[in-house]
């Protein structure tokens, strides 16, 4: 019997199912592996029982903690989708603000809000399998990470920086151009796709597993940055622990 | 005594229940519930750089991130004081038109074709009438390839920046993509046939219709805002004329303008714009019996249709201006001053506007976004309070695939919509 997956999410931009499905040509490839059992955003369909859930967005309420538990209890094996399912991604930026002074500003103290609180990764209430990181998340990682699963063998993410994959791409140091860049210190697996469409690395991925924290600042001494240049660079998809 | 409860409704982006409740033939409540959780965007931006403003909101949506980030990029250079070439506003167009197909075309054959060819989704289809989905995939597949040409990459754009683009396709990249877009006109055609081969329920409601408008072109962008109703205001005014409003039963706030309810997206542009169509554009309108008259809400599947076609048609068109003027490396100088900056552009689900406030330092003090789906919120609640009573002798799954039909032909991004709140700082 083929493997019995489905995609579901929480709080997020649905972008990374959404890159998911812009695999196209691969993604009808896929069907002759896997049957897609549940996934909302363009199917009807449920399931009580499923091999693989790849869940994205994060968790900031208690029914939504109630629905994670369901998922992973019908699942037997759950993968965090993305940033946000991963990190709780730029979702998290909200842990820099006062929670309830934003609910306020918006909501004129409405009950509305009541039950939202910050938030969390899906880590932070259930058993996270394997996760995809980045936002969105890249297709053809999705595609390794699946494979892994259908043949037993745990997934794998590159233990090494985004610089690496930058340098094999042979471009420019985004340094040099006196911005910051958090490709040292981020995990790849993305092909540097960002500083190769002329942005710099913005860290979507998390950390790399042991980041050279002492290097990193001889560069930024070096190009006359600071420890608080970087802390603001941080602040948009590493607010909570940085992917680790 | 009928209840129905359809929890996470399918085949839409983001997260709605909808609740009825009727008795002997009468409708005594009708809501869409909107659970998603907001993120409080707005709020989040405070304080923030202006280089960190457009790759921040293109996280609002995914289906739609190339819209935010465009549409933020505008409101920023109108408040520091920065103009774009021509060339800029060219490979913005392009995205844009990118971005329109590969929503227009998942929404197509992805969300609303089930409901007509009687399946709960495309997938068991693969095997059966492999070269229908086939057609979806490869279609969708165009208007992702634009994305990528132009913004790098098909979700949260990359090579778009303040003043212009970080990165510049290659000529041969829109080569490539011209001949895509010519090559893609049978398969077009094919879709046209599907959809025109569809009953559309009848069903019609009037209400207001509103859009941008642009000098002598379709509406996709422009700095008036436009309605039925009679409202011509510039964008910057636009708080004058769309009012938003908290209901008890959603994290969505919802909106008005002249009167209770309002429409944005495909049929409002073709309302209002149906004259600037591209010709193929035009004949497949009249094809599909699209005209200014339509009220039907089901239609907006149709108008979708299309904009597909206009938006092939006149890619194609662009992409040979751009290849005529051959492509120059620019680099946009950008200084913080502090100013304020408001911008529309219309997104795949209509009029999304955005607007800040920056200090000196180029950092933002204020934020407001206008999002499609908030504003199309009312519509569709109006839309179903009228539509149940004559549906009411309906077996209850009849009636109950019938409504989400009605809800998903506005293809609403509640995602979006709750993820954009007004927040004043004061």
């Known amino acids: 019997m083929k493997p019995r997956i489905g995609f579901f999410d929480f709080t997020g931009c649905e972008g990374c199912q959404l890159s998911v499905l812009n695999l196209e040509s691969q993604f009808l490839e896929l069907l002759e592996l896997v049957e897609v059992v549940e996934f909302r955003e363009i199917m009807d369909d449920r399931a009580d029982a499923l091999d693989i859930a790849f869940v994205e967005g994060s968790i900031s309420r208690a029914t939504d903690v109630k629905r994670l538990q369901d998922i992973r209890r019908r699942s037997r094996t759950l993968v965090a989708l993305g940033a946000c399912a991963d990190t709780a991604g730029v979702n998290a930026l909200s842990h820099f603000r006062n929670l309830s002074s934003l609910k306020v500003e918006i909501y004129d103290n409405s009950t509305l809000l009541n039950d939202i609180e910050q938030p969390q990764p899906l880590s932070a209430f259930v058993l996270v399998d394997a996760r995809i990181p980045g936002c969105p998340i890249d297709g053809k990682e999705f595609l390794?990470?699946?494979?892994s699963l259908i043949i037993g063998r745990e997934p794998e993410l590159p233990s090494f920086s985004v610089c690496v994959e930058c340098k094999l791409a042979e471009l420019p140091c985004t340094f040099d151009k006196e911005i910051v860049c958090l490709g040292p210190v981020t995990r790849a697996g993305c092909r540097a796709q960002c500083i190769e469409g002329g942005d710099r690395c913005r860290g979507c991925r998390g950390l790399v597993d042991n980041p050279r924290s002492a290097p990193y600042h001889r560069i930024l001494e070096i190009h006359g940055l600071t420890e608080e240049d970087i802390l603001r660079e941080f602040r948009t998809f590493n607010m909570r622990g940085g992917g680790k | 005594m009928m209840k129905i409860t359809i929890e996470h409704l399918t085949r839409l982006e983001g997260h709605g229940h909808l609740v009825i409740d009727a008795s002997n033939g009468k409708l005594i409540e009708c809501r869409l519930d909107i659970v998603e959780v907001p993120r409080f965007f707005e709020g989040l931006l405070q304080g923030r750089h202006f280089s960190d403003v457009a790759p921040i909101v293109a996280r609002i949506c995914g289906v739609c991130s190339n819209s935010h980030s465009l549409v933020s990029l505008a409101a920023t250079e109108q408040a520091l004081g920065v103009d774009i070439t021509d060339q800029t506003k060219g490979l913005r167009t392009l995205l844009a038109f990118g971005e329109i197909l590969q929503s227009h075309l998942l929404h197509l054959y992805f969300m609303a074709a089930p409901d007509y060819l009687g399946v709960s989704s495309l997938l068991p289809l693969a095997k059966k009438r492999r070269e229908l989905v086939m057609r979806a995939l490869r279609l969708k597949r165009l208007g992702n390839e634009i994305c990528e040409v132009i913004g790098g990459r098909a979700v949260h754009p990359v090579t778009l920046c303040v003043g212009g683009f970080s990165s510049l396709p290659e000529t041969t990249a829109l080569q490539n993509l011209r001949r895509r877009l010519v090559d893609a006109l049978p398969d077009l055609e094919a879709t046209?046939?599907?959809?025109a081969g569809f009953t559309i329920p009848s069903f019609s409601r009037d209400t207001e219709f509103l859009s941008l408008t642009a000098e002598n072109a379709y509406p996709l962008d422009g700095d008036t805002l436009v309605s039925s109703d009679g409202i011509r205001v510039p964008v910057a005014e636009y708080q004058t004329v769309?009012?938003?409003?908290?209901?008890?039963?959603?994290t969505a706030k919802f909106a008005r303008?002249?009167?209770?309810?309002?429409?944005?997206?495909?049929?409002?542009r073709i309302k209002n714009g149906l004259r600037f169509l591209s010709p193929m554009g035009r004949s497949v309108a009249a094809a599909v019996e699209l005209d200014p008259a339509t009220l039907n809400p089901f239609k907006i599947v149709l108008a979708r249709l299309v904009e597909v076609v206009h938006c092939v048609e006149e890619g194609i068109h662009l992409?040979?201006?751009?290849?005529?003027?051959?492509?120059?490396?620019?680099?946009?100088?950008?200084?913080?001053?502090?100013?304020?900056?408001?911008?529309?552009?219309?997104?795949?689900?209509?009029?999304l506007i955005h607007a800040y406030e920056y200090d000196r330092n180029g950092c933002v003090i204020h934020a407001d976004c206008l999002i499609p789906t908030a504003q199309n919120l009312a519509n569709i609640e109006a839309d179903l309070r009228e539509l149940i009573p004559t549906l009411l002798d309906l077996p209850r799954e009849d009636l109950s695939r019938q409504l989400q039909m009605l809800v998903r032909s506005y293809d609403p991004c509640i995602s979006c919509s709750t993820h954009l709140l007004n927040i004043d700082f004061v």
Request: no cysteine; net charge negative.
């Open chain 1, 144 to 147: 390794a990470t699946l494979q």
């Open chain 2, 192 to 195: 046209v046939e599907l959809f």
């Open chain 2, 242 to 250: 769309v009012e938003e409003y908290l209901v008890p039963h959603s």
């Open chain 2, 257 to 268: 303008a002249s009167r209770d309810t309002l429409m944005v997206g495909p049929l409002a």
């Open chain 2, 319 to 351: 992409i040979d201006a751009l290849l005529q003027q051959g492509l120059r490396r620019e680099t946009p100088q950008v200084m913080p001053r502090a100013g304020h900056g408001a911008a529309a552009i219309e997104a795949p689900r209509g009029t």
